[in-house]
């Protein structure tokens, strides 16, 4: 594990105790939901071309906000703490999450003129299997819990700098954004894509994400995991 990551879990041991909970597998969960802390979903231009490619769009869903034409802010709400074959003994940060943000892809079906998507719901980032997960659901559809949505590179690890203001943060930038066959599957299905539209998708960067924690206090994020209407 990053040692900066340590002044996060260092933040203060009341914090711990009072957000902590151990899981099934013997993680510790540690809400961070009232700290400054997001992760910003950029989709690249390629990513961009591909959704104009059926007119399709993204809609921030929750506690998501789009923040331009090819941004997207996620409150980043918990971390996973423990040991594992690689972070050893002593532990680190094995997953973070944005519970309750949401992105609806859709566009209008060309058979039936409805609009028809697929919702990616309560971000979950695995940094042991270098995957992004997600609750999808295609509109009118079930949902599946936790696929895998994205493969991704570390582009930068996690590193404690200063900001704009002059305030140390953590951050970290993952990239090379790429759909797993399964997430290929579901936009397929939901989205109505031809074989050049699937072919499209299935060979693009998607892009970014950015986690930045700024160990100071905001109004508290919602917990609540999103579930599409």
């Known amino acids: 594990m990053n040692t900066h990551l340590h002044s996060l879990m260092r933040w203060t041991a009341a914090e711990v105790c009072a957000f902590g909970a151990t899981t099934a597998s013997g993680q510790l969960r540690i809400s961070i939901n009232s700290l400054t802390a997001d992760s910003v979903q950029v989709f690249s231009e390629d990513a961009l071309v591909a959704f104009d490619l059926k007119g399709a769009t993204v809609t921030a869903k929750g506690n998501a906000v789009q923040t331009n034409g090819s941004s997207y ?44 998507g697929v919702t990616l719901a309560n971000f979950r980032i695995d940094y042991h299997r270098k995957q992004v997960l997600a609750d999808v659901t295609p509109t009118g559809g079930k949902t599946t819990a936790d696929q895998a ?8 690890p996690m590193v404690l700098e200063p900001n704009a203001q002059g305030k140390f943060a953590l951050e970290e930038v993952l990239g090379d954004l790429r759909f797993t066959p399964e997430t290929i599957a579901s936009l397929t299905a939901a989205l109505e894509l031809d074989e050049v539209a699937v072919a499209v998708i299935s060979d693009i ?13 905001r109004a508290p994020a919602r917990t609540a995991p999103y579930v599409p209407l």
């Open 73 to 116: 802010r996620m409150p980043i709400t918990e971390i996973y703490l423990g040991p594992s074959k690689f972070t050893g003994l002593a532990g680190g940060i094995l997953k973070g999450g944005a519970t309750g943000s949401a992105l609806l892809i859709s566009r209008e079906s060309e058979v039936t003129g409805k609009r028809i």
């Open 149 to 156: 949505i994205y493969n991704f590179k570390v582009l930068r």
């Open 205 to 217: 960067d998607n892009g970014k994400l950015v986690q930045k924690i700024d160990l100071t206090l």
